[in-house]
């Protein structure tokens, strides 16, 4: 069934979180340097482990976004024809997920990592005016990540770093805390995409049997990583850091927050650097992107939800291109006013990334 045309967005809208599809191992061969081309041909490796999504489950790629070989994008002239174009979005920030990043030899993953940022680069930042787009580093090496953040952070392009919310260690804690300073150093966002490194399971409780367990489980991993942040002291050792939530959902916030506040207060004596109440502290320091938006159809119940968030910078758009997480044809849920509408779509964007108040007209 044909897909209904998307509605038009206000001018300046920034979608802020879209993947371009890395045709394979071929087209970041290239781009590597000669010893790691001659490892890739030495060890026979022919595609690295995907981070998520079966190649063909539905919400993988929607089905009239799909190439011959079923995969999204992986030109910028089809990324802005698919992604852009029909709704009329004005800059996008690619966020490449491939699985550089879960690699175990970290020299390798490093390799990749400097390989993909080169390949989005050269292929789609180089050709495109609108594109814009995040670092990926090998997070398991903060040193590497550290040298890899170093090397593309005089390109203003690059407006983020790119981190998995399924990583080997919480998200807070100390050995990740030199990727944060590199971040705040080069004004630069945290992003934490859905995605894991597969060092541990997917679930609190073990391996998931099935897609849908892990799925719905991003949610909880996403809260562990907020509230690793929060009680480990990331915000307030960087207090120039913001962390960006890619594809975690919105409606567990509130609850999750309420409850982390809650035990704050009985239990601030043990993590006394947390000064403020973390209901606030995310407020102020955290953003998320709209898809999947996993609240109600009901317009009345997407306003009281907006309500229990007690913000409206918090939300950024988004259409998580190619993955399709949202109904029909139009990837702003019912309910939103015009004002919180453009809000969403152009003003929390250029306020959460400084590179795009710099560089966008």
């Not at 390798?108 to 940022?117: G, K, Q, S």
Request: proline share 10%; with cysteine; aromatic share 8%.
């Amino acid at each position: 069934m044909p897909v209904a045309m998307p509605s038009r967005l206000p001018a300046g809208a920034i979608d802020c979180d879209l993947h371009p599809t890395v045709p394979g191992l071929a087209a970041l061969t290239p781009y590597l340097d000669p010893m790691w081309r001659e490892t890739v041909t030495r060890r026979g490796l022919d595609e690295l482990v995907p981070i998520s999504y079966p190649a063909n489950a539905p919400l993988t790629v929607r089905a009239d976004w799909r190439d011959a070989r079923g995969k999204g994008a992986s030109t910028a002239e089809r990324l802005h024809a698919e992604a852009l174009a029909p709704f009329g979005t004005g800059t996008a920030i690619l966020n490449c997920l491939y699985g550089a990043q879960v690699l175990f030899s970290d020299d390798l993953a490093a390799a990749f990592c400097r390989a993909t940022n080169d390949w989005i680069a050269a292929e789609f930042l180089d050709k495109n005016p609108a594109f814009r787009a995040s670092i990926v580093v090998p997070m398991l090496n903060a040193e590497l990540a550290v040298e890899e953040i170093g090397r593309r952070a005089p390109d203003p392009r690059f407006v983020q770093v790119l981190l998995l919310v399924g990583g080997e260690v919480p998200a807070g804690r100390r050995q990740n805390w030199p990727i944060y300073a590199a971040a705040e150093r080069h004004r630069l966002p945290i992003g934490i995409h859905a995605g894991s490194t597969y060092r541990h399971p997917t679930t609190p409780v073990g391996w998931a049997a099935s897609f849908t367990e892990d799925y719905i489980s991003q949610a909880a991993a996403f809260a562990s990583a907020l509230t690793s942040l929060v009680a480990e002291g990331v915000f307030a050792k960087f207090p120039d850091l913001t962390v960006v939530l890619l594809e975690s959902g919105v409606t567990w916030l509130p609850a999750h927050l309420w409850r982390l506040t809650k035990f704050w207060k009985g239990l601030r004596s043990e993590i006394p650097w947390v000064s403020d109440p973390p209901t606030t502290l995310v407020r102020e320091r955290v953003r998320l992107t709209l898809q999947p938006f996993d609240g109600p159809p009901d317009s009345a119940q997407v306003t009281r939800l907006m309500d229990h968030l007690g913000s409206d910078e918090m939300l950024l758009f988004s259409t998580d291109y190619p993955h399709w997480q949202f109904d029909g044809a139009a990837p702003l849920p019912d309910g939103l006013a015009p004002a919180l509408a453009r809000k969403i779509m152009v003003e929390n964007p250029l306020k959460t990334y400084p590179r795009l108040r710099e560089t966008v007209p």
